[in-house]
T-cell receptor, first 114, second 115 residues
Framework: AQSVTQLGSHVSVSEGALVLLRCNYS??????LFWYVQYPNQGLQLLLK??????LVKGINGFEAEFKKSETSFHLTKPSAHMSDAAEYFC????????????FGPGTRLSVLP | GAVVSQHPSRVICKSGTSVKIECRSL??????MFWYRQFPKQSLMLMAT?????????EQGVEKDKFLINHASLTLSTLTVTSAHPEDSSFYIC???????????FGPGTRLTVL
């Protein structure tokens, strides 16, 4: 069975600092991996996805993530945090060979301090 | 492209009544739609998956007679919470997926409050 862990339920960074949100997965097959962002009382917006092409994936709003099979990780980074990046971030995994349903991680709330 | 809408965005109802939530894909055809439930400060829990023209597949522990899902067209799925009770109060989010693709596109969510 697939599962996703996100280390750190809450991460705080200063404006302009590096953002690093961690995601580790377990899957019996090479998975597809996604990062979504959720602002308060809103749905989820796709930031980026990995679907077995390039291991370094660039997304919207300056975010990127690197798929590391040896570490079963898909950490999300952004070089310089903006106040508008404050939100909840969810990592999700899907098995491309089994229905492609998502399994979401518990989420990480990012706070950006002025 | 790939915009998903939900209606209503908020609904308050009395205990015992039924509430219908609509999920529409506005600029694409969604062969599969998903319904999730999200409790405060928690992740999304998949409730059911529906394919156009067929019965929904419910996750373990989700009462199919309580949460009725209809996916009558390639652009519309509805979730009806029947005989709602306060414990059904939650944030309900739908998503839609195009045929042959892997990405799910999410709606803005519906906040249900049952008094």
């Amino acid at each position: 069975a697939q599962s996703v862990t996100q280390l750190g339920s809450h991460v705080s960074v200063s404006e302009g600092a590096l953002v690093l949100l961690r995601c580790n997965y377990s899957s019996s097959v090479p998975p597809y991996l996604f990062w979504y962002v959720q602002y308060p009382n809103q749905g989820l917006q796709l930031l980026l996805k990995y679907t077995s092409a390039a291991t370094l994936v660039k997304g919207i709003n300056g975010f990127e993530a690197e798929f590391k099979k040896s570490e079963t990780s898909f950490h999300l980074t952004k070089p310089s945090a903006h106040m508008s990046d404050a939100a909840e971030y969810f990592c999700a995994v899907s098995d491309p060979h089994y229905g492609q349903n998502f399994v979401f991680g518990p989420g990480t709330r990012l706070s950006v301090l002025p | 492209g790939a915009v998903v809408s939900q209606h209503p965005s908020r609904v308050i109802c009395k205990s015992g009544t039924s509430v219908k939530i609509e999920c529409r894909s506005l600029d694409f055809q969604a062969t599969t739609m998903f319904w999730y439930r999200q409790f405060p400060k928690q992740s999304l829990m998949l409730m059911a998956t529906s394919n156009e023209g067929s019965k929904a597949t419910y996750e373990q522990g989700v009462e199919k007679d309580k949460f009725l899902i209809n996916h009558a067209s390639l652009t519309l799925s509805t979730l009806t919470v029947t005989s709602a009770h306060p414990e059904d109060s939650s944030f309900y989010i739908c998503s839609a997926r195009k045929a042959g693709e892997d990405t799910q596109y999410f709606g803005p969510g519906t906040r249900l409050t049952v008094l």
